[in-house]
């Protein structure tokens, strides 16, 4: 990540600082945290152990809710965790799910019959658009891609077409879709007969699906989350949807970020009433509780993967722990009506954000943009939104950056903010913008 001066700065020694003297006794907690950079440094990586370090050495204890808890006894608002928290940490409802199915049967043989997976497709499929009824489930996010892509090949969709500033995950297949060079230099060769076309460029789209008639498989986002919080215009996804159909092309819209009622909405491609080949559902779909992931497909996209079992499986796919966490996620989402408490906060925060970004930083603010409670700070200044990010950490609120875009800070709280959360939000955004400028 970018910062205005570099991995140490101001912003990192602030929030080291606040770790530390709100912590139980510096001295001790700070051996500890030493210790524990020391163990990451050992035996996972330096690099990882250099990150810890630079946003200010606090370590995650617990969590409840929107709020984390520091081993230094601080109280951190996440409105990070790339996504993942649309219904705050240990959500009561998937708790319960989550626990019952522990004590009964967590992973299952895969032979028998299991009722915990049926109940968690026949639930996404409940809130998916209209026609998707098939299921796959997987672990994490880049494997539901990986999952698309071969669904993609088998049924002959062998020349893949991406997004510029596109992500979807770095297993192999899925980094050859993922629209950066440097994630793909090391690893190439990856994936051959990939396109790549600007976003929010129909005609771009339709140049090389002309080329690639009948063999194309079309992966987009309907926002881009890890690009920056692009937003394409309006009537986009609908062209997408249109050309694939005309080119016959396999149209597979990448959710995994904004799906679940992240945008405002259950799915970006409601805002537009699209309805994609597949769907790529993670992040939230887990709860923030056990890791899944899932590629919903139409009955006829999903023909090459009906008849046999075998032909695209991983050992844990399917397991009931995670089975019940999606239940329970979805069950969450519905009874709390996450999606409309994310379409009203998101908002609420957008504008107030914005308000305060232009009163504080004036044009180093490029732009204020989003859809529900993904939100994306713009800034023209290099290094300004790592800088704000640590700043924020400092001043008590967790976000994200961007690993497509180093001009741009996330936001992606919780859709169960509290009033008195948003006003402990809103004030620490701006103390940071304030800081940034010292
Ligand atoms: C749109 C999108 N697709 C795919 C992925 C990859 O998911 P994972 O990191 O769980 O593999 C991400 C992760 O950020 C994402 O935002």
Request: hydrophobic letters at 45%.
């Given at each position: 990540m970018t910062t205005t001066t570099g991995t140490t700065t101001t912003a990192a020694a602030t929030a080291a600082a606040a770790a530390t003297s709100a912590g139980a006794g510096a001295g001790?907690?700070?051996?500890r945290v030493r210790a524990l950079t020391t163990r990451y440094r050992t035996y996972l990586s330096k690099g990882r152990a250099s990150l810890g370090e630079m946003f200010g050495g606090d370590v995650e204890d617990s969590s409840d809710g929107a709020w984390l808890q520091t081993a230094a006894g601080r109280r951190i608002l996440n409105c990070g965790g790339y996504g993942v928290f649309l219904m705050g940490a240990r959500h009561p409802r998937v708790l319960a799910e989550v626990r019952?199915?522990?004590?009964?049967?967590?992973?299952?043989t895969r032979l028998l019959l299991e009722p915990e997976v049926v109940d968690a497709a026949e639930a996404l499929v409940a809130v998916a658009p209209a026609g998707l009824q098939k299921v796959h489930f997987a672990g994490g996010g880049a494997e539901a891609v990986e999952a698309a892509i071969k669904l993609a090949r088998a049924q002959g969709r062998r020349h893949l077409v991406s997004m510029e500033g596109g992500y979807h995950g770095k297993t192999m297949g899925a980094l050859?879709?993922?629209a950066k060079d440097t994630f793909q230099a090391p690893f190439q060769p990856l994936l051959p007969g990939v396109s790549r076309v600007?976003?929010?460029?129909a005609g771009a789209l339709e140049s090389v699906l002309a080329r690639h008639e009948g063999e194309a498989c079309v992966i987009v986002e309907p926002v881009q989350g890890e690009a920056g919080v692009i937003v394409p215009p309006a009537g986009y996804l609908h062209q997408v949807q249109q050309l694939c159909r005309r080119y016959g092309a396999l149209f597979v819209l990448d959710e995994i970020q904004t799906g679940l009622g992240r945008l405002g909405h259950w799915w970006g491609a409601d805002a537009e009433g699209v309805r994609p080949d597949v769907l790529l559902v993670g992040k939230a779909l887990s709860g923030g509780i056990v890791p899944v992931s899932a590629m919903v497909a139409t009955a006829e996209a999903f023909r090459p993967f009906d008849k046999d079992p075998f032909i695209h499986t991983s050992t844990f796919s399917c397991n009931p722990l995670a089975m019940a966490a999606a239940k329970g996620a979805l069950a969450a989402i519905g009874e709390d009506r996450l999606v409309e408490r994310a379409a009203e906060l998101g908002q609420l925060l957008r504008s107030e954000i914005e308000r305060i970004a232009r009163?504080?930083?004036?044009?180093?603010?490029?732009?204020?943009?989003g859809a529900g409670l993904l939100i994306g700070i713009e800034f023209t200044v290099p290094g300004m939104a790592g800088d704000l990010l640590l700043e924020l950490i400092g001043a008590g609120v967790l976000g994200n950056h961007s690993l497509n875009s180093a001009t741009v800070m996330r936001l992606t709280p919780p859709a169960i903010l509290t009033p008195t959360d948003v006003t402990f939000l809103l004030d620490a955004f701006e103390r940071a913008a304030r800081a940034v400028l010292n």
């Amino acid at each position: 990540m970018t910062t205005t001066t570099g991995t140490t700065t101001t912003a990192a020694a602030t929030a080291a600082a606040a770790a530390t003297s709100a912590g139980a006794g510096a001295g001790g907690e700070g051996a500890r945290v030493r210790a524990l950079t020391t163990r990451y440094r050992t035996y996972l990586s330096k690099g990882r152990a250099s990150l810890g370090e630079m946003f200010g050495g606090d370590v995650e204890d617990s969590s409840d809710g929107a709020w984390l808890q520091t081993a230094a006894g601080r109280r951190i608002l996440n409105c990070g965790g790339y996504g993942v928290f649309l219904m705050g940490a240990r959500h009561p409802r998937v708790l319960a799910e989550v626990r019952r199915q522990l004590e009964t049967n967590p992973v299952a043989t895969r032979l028998l019959l299991e009722p915990e997976v049926v109940d968690a497709a026949e639930a996404l499929v409940a809130v998916a658009p209209a026609g998707l009824q098939k299921v796959h489930f997987a672990g994490g996010g880049a494997e539901a891609v990986e999952a698309a892509i071969k669904l993609a090949r088998a049924q002959g969709r062998r020349h893949l077409v991406s997004m510029e500033g596109g992500y979807h995950g770095k297993t192999m297949g899925a980094l050859s879709v993922t629209a950066k060079d440097t994630f793909q230099a090391p690893f190439q060769p990856l994936l051959p007969g990939v396109s790549r076309v600007p976003y929010g460029d129909a005609g771009a789209l339709e140049s090389v699906l002309a080329r690639h008639e009948g063999e194309a498989c079309v992966i987009v986002e309907p926002v881009q989350g890890e690009a920056g919080v692009i937003v394409p215009p309006a009537g986009y996804l609908h062209q997408v949807q249109q050309l694939c159909r005309r080119y016959g092309a396999l149209f597979v819209l990448d959710e995994i970020q904004t799906g679940l009622g992240r945008l405002g909405h259950w799915w970006g491609a409601d805002a537009e009433g699209v309805r994609p080949d597949v769907l790529l559902v993670g992040k939230a779909l887990s709860g923030g509780i056990v890791p899944v992931s899932a590629m919903v497909a139409t009955a006829e996209a999903f023909r090459p993967f009906d008849k046999d079992p075998f032909i695209h499986t991983s050992t844990f796919s399917c397991n009931p722990l995670a089975m019940a966490a999606a239940k329970g996620a979805l069950a969450a989402i519905g009874e709390d009506r996450l999606v409309e408490r994310a379409a009203e906060l998101g908002q609420l925060l957008r504008s107030e954000i914005e308000r305060i970004a232009r009163h504080v930083l004036g044009d180093r603010v490029l732009e204020v943009r989003g859809a529900g409670l993904l939100i994306g700070i713009e800034f023209t200044v290099p290094g300004m939104a790592g800088d704000l990010l640590l700043e924020l950490i400092g001043a008590g609120v967790l976000g994200n950056h961007s690993l497509n875009s180093a001009t741009v800070m996330r936001l992606t709280p919780p859709a169960i903010l509290t009033p008195t959360d948003v006003t402990f939000l809103l004030d620490a955004f701006e103390r940071a913008a304030r800081a940034v400028l010292n």
